[in-house]
């Protein structure tokens, strides 16, 4: 009620505008119990309210994907076979990687090696070269210097050599003065400056550096560079560096990587293939063998595996079948047991029957006329007639239990009013109540208690409590109250006798079982009401438990779910009497 | 034992006893005739219907379960012939049994062991049907009845009850603002005094409706009041 009014109020509130549109919150809000009045917390309310909107965003997204992460194991738990497929392409794939990453560089080192050992030989040879062309340099004429290093560069550049393709450039150094004569624009100011030093200082070395191409573009490049021996004690030196170009080095090791990859992936492809293939070869008569021993649990008895080979699986197999034959047979024999024992009850129920019937209806005729028999015989017959219905009662009882005892037993509820039914059985009881002196108070509730019950069940063990009540209750009044709930009815019967110690009540529905042995009989039960009364009550779903305690007297409450089938959580009555209204007496 | 005639002419009705066990026959036999019945016997199922034809007794007792033929097909023989009042002996307390009985045909059933008591009240109460007609003609629905004469039509088209369906009908139609429970149905149309097996009502009412309603599966003539009992459709 006063959720509504509340979410009402916020759709008209001042701070809905600013904030945007108000939650209208439905759902249970626990912390509400105890809270002010409403009016002083409408803009905590709402603030609560977007940021209740929020949270709940945030847990849709969370739900969403925990939904995905969800799907995600439950698959990975579900499917073995893309367990395995997972792992080995994973394992695969690192050992694919690490393998050809290893190969390329090792290719890599070789291909290296070779233009490297190739480039060092041919710049010597150049060296020796450039040695006999700038012997007779004029080093005070730059002009000469600079022709004699053109055509030395050139020459160099004819001479070619194994390495391949090369740019050359020469240096001229007189002091601080450089004098440079290139074979290629570009290619001298790309010499790394370390490389230069080092062959300043008179040493031949070489390095890796990126030199522009023709075209501009920088192109990585074995760079060899070597001092020009001229002739000493002039201030003067010449350098020449030799720049080859790894192009086709480096297209080589592209085409080279391409193929590793494409190799390695095809690689880690085929073993998760053979994984999973493999997998597939072993899962799948363990999916059958699984899905067997599901149907077998459903009852399908004469479900087989079949046996191929004679490996693990088909062992699975055979075992399998032998198990389920076990199950088939012991299941059939219990099977033909219980027939048995249903079609034992049914010949012994006709068997018996008839000639009780004729020796009951002969017993009647004679107790009729046993005013015209002398004293001894007259007895005789009302003894006969007495122990009949006694022995009656008895068959009829053990005949009921060998029925649930054979599971026969069927429900056959209907909805009807339970009031009239306990009225109907106090009724019954009223002659017996009244031989014990020993009032029957019935309280039932105002309204009328439908439930789906049997009626033919339920009236017996309410007889059964009421007669177990009047023959224990030393004559006290014997209370029945009804009670419903929305789900459930209840009836409880409660005596005032000589009650039952805890003990005791663990054993009052234990067939034959007699609370004292030397107690007189006077209902003249079988000893099997209350077993039978508890099979009645189970029948139904229901409840049947007793309280007692001695020199209070007991209490049985049977519990019944209103509609058949369903479950009972609760009892409209307690068991235990709420207050002890009539001690012992 | 051969087929006995009536003792006098105080006859209260002839009994047609099917029952193979011939002690019991005999001890029912002692009983009727001390009731003032006529009882005859037939002990052979396979003979029961060729002898109620020569017989045409005021009620059967039957055994339902007899050698030669069984009694739930003896039941629906005689009750394709009659509309005799049929009570069923039986040994069987399972409802499969009772209800197939029921349906068969039979009025009323009683389970042994019984005592004489309870066979001749039942025998009495099957008897005594159709005594209380007095000039009332009443309907359900488009149903007619016409209590003194028997006659149940509808658009002037005769419809065929048994005695027990009739005065099922006639109490519901009696009273037609009454709800009547299963228990007070039992005591009125089968005179019983306490509690006995609703199923007799069920199953007679079942029998009924598929007789008289148009759709029993949509009763307009004899309605369910669903946890109480029955009641008779608007006029």
Known sequence: MRRERRSSRGLRGPVSTTIGPPVVDRGPQPDDGSSPPPSRRRPVQLGRGVRRRVRRARRRALVRTGRGARRVVHAWRASLQLRVGAITMLVAAVVVVIVSMVLFTQIRGQLLDVKQQAAVDQSLAGVVYAQTEVSGIATGDSASVRSTLSR??????????????????????SGEDERPAVSRRGVEPALPADLRAQVTGGAQAYRYARVPDLRGEPVPSLIVGAPVPTDPGGGDSVEVYFAFPLDQEQANLAGIRSTVAITSAVLVLFVAGIGVLVTR????????????????????????????GEDDLARLATSFNAMAEGLQQQITQLEALSRLQQRFTSDVSHELRTPLTTVQMAAAVLHDARGEFDPAVARSAELLQAELNRFEALLTDLLEISRYDAGAATLEPEPQELSPLVQRVVTGMASLAERHGCALLVSLPPRSVIAEV???????????????????????????????SRSAAAITVRDHGVGLTSEDAQHVFDRFWRADPSRVRTVGGSGLGLSISLEDARLHGGWL??????????????????????????SPLPLRPPMLSRGQA | MPPSAPASGTSRGR???????????????IVLRREGYDPAFVSDGARAVATFQQLRPDLVLLDLMLPGR?????????????????????????????????????????????????????VRAQLRRGDTGQAESLSIGDVQIDVPAHQVTRDGAPIALTPLEFDLLVALARKPRQVFTRELLLEQVWGYRHAADTRLVNVHVQRLRAK??????????????RGVGYKAGPP
């Open chain 2, 70 to 122: 069984n009694g739930l097909q003896i039941c629906a023989d005689i009750r394709t012939q009659s509309s005799v009042p049929i009570v069923m002996l039986t040994a069987k307390t399972d409802t499969i049994d009772v209800v197939q009985g029921l349906e068969a045909g039979a009025d009323d059933y009683v389970t042994k062991p019984f005592k004489p008591v309870e066979l001749v009240a039942r």
């Open chain 1, 454 to 484: 049997d009626g033919r069940r339920v009236e017996r063990v309410l007889r059964n409590l009421v007669g177990n009540a009047i023959e224990h209750g030393r004559g006290e009044p014997v209370e029945i109250t009804l009670a419903a």
């Open chain 2, 15 to 29: 009994v047609l006893v099917v029952d193979d066990d011939a002690a019991l026959a005999e001890m029912l036999g």
């Open chain 1, 281 to 308: 070869l072993v899962v799948d008569p363990v999916r059958r063998a699984a899905g067997s021993a599901q149907r077998l649990a459903e009852g399908h008895l004469e479900e087989r595996l079949a046996v191929r």
């Open chain 1, 545 to 570: 438990q007793v309280w007692g305690l001695p020199g209070e007297g007991a209490q049985f409450r049977l519990t019944l779910p209103l509609v058949a089938g369903s479950e009972l959580t609760s």
């Open chain 2, 212 to 225: 008289v309603e148009r759709d029993p599966e949509k009763p307009e003539v004899v309605l369910t009041v």
């Open chain 1, 152 to 173: 030395t560069v050139e020459g160099l550049q004819r001479l070619g050599g194994a390495a391949g393709d090369f740019d050359v450039v020469m240096v001229y150094r």
